[in-house]
């Protein structure tokens, strides 16, 4: 079993919709989460992070982190065309800066 | 944040040839690290860098295979020796600025043929 999984997709929704994007992971060890967004052609582009369980809010995006379970969410409403890239979650232990990757999640807004 | 550049973007290399790829930083950062994004696969750590002293490669890698530089504190280099069509990916470099935030790098695409 992957350290963190997550689904590749890819997934397509109008703009304006509601996106819920997950990772699901193994290692109870992980603390610290984030989401990177990747343009094509790009290098990864650090969105938020958060530690332990909880939510976090930034504009359109939340990020949810339920320990319990060993999943993580990751939503944007309103999603917009120039939200189309691929979405990837990492996390990390405590006391490590080692990130641990999912595979990444293309989402496409169609306008 | 920080701002990160890597030269080459991109390359195209024959096989048992060797590529030296660039990593320079906008600021003095600690902890500078390199990662492989192939294709469907995750985002993999090569190894982490750190300056005035030996890098730290990760399961899988060695450093015959892929000497990493970091003669100072903007600035580190990753080669890919004797390289094979295996090596194609795209290589990544990444900063830490602070506690868990890694920025990266555009990345260097490269194909070995």
């Known amino acids: 079993q992957k350290e963190v999984e997550q689904d590749p997709g890819p997934l397509s929704v109008p703009e304006g919709a509601i996106v819920s994007l997950n990772c699901t992971y193994s290692n109870s060890a992980f603390q610290y989460f984030m989401w990177y967004r990747q343009y094509s052609r790009k290098g990864p582009e650090l969105l938020m992070y958060?530690?332990?369980?909880g939510n976090k809010e930034d504009g359109r995006f939340t990020a949810q982190v339920d320990k319990s379970s060993k999943y993580i969410s990751l939503f944007i409403r309103d999603s917009q065309p120039s939200d189309s890239a691929t979405y990837l979650c990492a996390m990390a232990q405590g006391g490590s800066e080692k990130l641990v990757f999912g595979k990444g999640m293309k989402l496409t807004v169609n306008p | 944040s920080a701002v990160i550049s890597q030269k080459p973007s991109r390359d195209i290399c024959q096989r048992g040839t060797s590529l030296t790829i660039q990593c320079q930083v906008d600021?003095?950062?600690?902890?500078m690290f390199w990662y492989r994004q192939q294709p469907g696969q995750s985002l993999t750590l090569i190894a982490t860098?750190?300056?005035?002293?030996?890098?730290?490669?990760e399961s899988g890698f060695v450093i015959d295979k892929f000497p990493i530089s970091r003669p100072n504190l903007t600035f580190s280099t990753l080669t890919v020796s004797n390289m094979s069509p295996e090596d194609s990916s795209i290589y990544l470099c990444?900063?830490?600025?602070?506690?868990?935030?890694?920025?990266f790098g555009p990345g260097t695409r490269l194909t070995v043929t």
């Open positions: 600021s003095q950062v600690t902890m």
């Open positions: 958060t530690y332990s369980s």
């Open positions: 990444s900063v830490l600025t602070g506690p868990y935030e890694q920025y």
């Open positions: 860098a750190n300056q005035g002293s030996e890098a730290t490669y």
